[in-house]
């Protein structure tokens, strides 16, 4: 660069390199003159019941100078069960910045706005509120300090309101903080916020707090294996002495877990400066003669069949529906056998209409006819004298799973378009299975989609917490987008494996 003073060529020096403190701000929202930042205050080495997500919300003067008024400072709790000020226990960021996500947030928001036209309110019921303050003890001026931070749907569709409010407080029996008698004084600091940036406020939430777990993981096992501690701000770790730690920690880890570990110098040769020759190659060798004494047992491989990929669900068509599950062929058989008898001791006493049927499902079970599928129907009849006609059908499905336990419970999606969808094994494999439905359900000629959003977000969360063996979870109403707004239903059935 040419200097003008000095009349000489000097070279540029590179701008200094922006110093972000410990902890940062992850996001940050402005309006005339208020604003507010996110910050993580994540504590412990678990980063667990101290961990909390820290709200500045800020009154200025507005532009150009932005002289700062007074400020308010929010903390949320990141896991610990806040409160919202009334009976709702369990209030945190990691639920909000869920709810912020999923979308949840702001189909609550609409319902509030449709709740407030309805009913003439002048403002729309919040949308999250949590509480908090700081005692008397902590406070230079001897005075409990009570805080509130909450968000609520703003008048105009697609935005939100965050506010933070502040009062004197009293301190209560139960260590709580609530506002103090008669009328303090109040002061307020609000912030319209967009959908889209709200969504990304959750993202920065969820991903920041991801991070910091899978480090406190980490940092756990390499602390107990050795002397290093990498939550110690204070304190730098040499590299040598980090990587030596690294696999002292994971090579110690593997063995105690059965795990084998292969150093990487010895899959690549690394720590030698010297490149190791190709091995020689090798004369290719002629194939061995085949037995043609007996060719089957050397070209022809026996057919492995897939009894282990695939559930077998039993349904009948009149009085129970869906009966049982069964993941082999030879439980399948014996299952068979305990449908007949549960619809022989109905009242209507279905019995076989042709006997041959029964073993003729029993062979298609066997010979696994097929891995997904239909089997061929068992016709029955009752023998109440009505003569009603009931069907007992066997749907053979494939399932995918990564658990090498044998599974002992089944998720069973149901329809009233498709029918029988998909089977899960494990809670992990039925969540996923989920949206794999909704997919699927969209992709048909009606287009079907959820009715309530809401309804269809919770339902990973039923699958996640129902214990039992036997039972119905919430079913998910759709419609049809085609112009015809056909009604259907996604129903979810948990069952035991047979």
Known sequence: MYNNRTGSYQQQQPKPKKEYKTPRDIWDAENRNTFFKATPLFAGEDGNYDSRYHFSFVKHSGKPNCTQEYAIEIF???V??????????GVNASGLAADMVNGNLFLEAERARKKQRETGNQYPDRLFTCVGGTP??????GKAEFRQFSISPSNDPGYLVYQAMSCEGQETADGGIVPA???????TITVKVADVYTKALGVNILLDWGAYKTLSLFSNLLKSKSEVNLMDN??????????AA????IAEYCAENNMRFVPASALSGAGSNQTKAPAPVQKAQQPAPVNTANPAKTLEPKPVKN???????FIDSVCIGLMAVSINSESAVNVARDCFRRLKETHQNFLCADKTTGAKLKNEIVEAKTSDGWLSPVKLVSNDGQNTTNYLNVRVIPYNTQCTDVPTRAWVFVDNSIGILSIAVTKEDAIREARECFIRLKNTPEKFVCVDKAAAGNLPNEINTCENNEDWLTPVALTSTDGKNTE???????????
Do not use: F
């Not at 259907?488 to 047979?498: K, T």
């Open 488 to 498: 259907n239903v996604l129903n979810v059935r948990v069952m035991s494996i047979v």
């Open 136 to 141: 008397a003890r902590r406070r230079s001026d």
């Open 181 to 187: 008698k008669g009328m303090p004084s109040r002061r």
């Open 80 to 89: 610990k069960a806040g409160s919202d000020g009334s009976k709702i226990m």
């Open 246 to 249: 690294l696999k002292k920690a």
């Open 307 to 313: 009894a282990e990929k695939c559930a077998w669900i």
């Open 76 to 78: 949320v709790p990141m």
């Open 234 to 243: 204070n304190k730098c770790i040499p590299e040598d002495t980090l990587v």
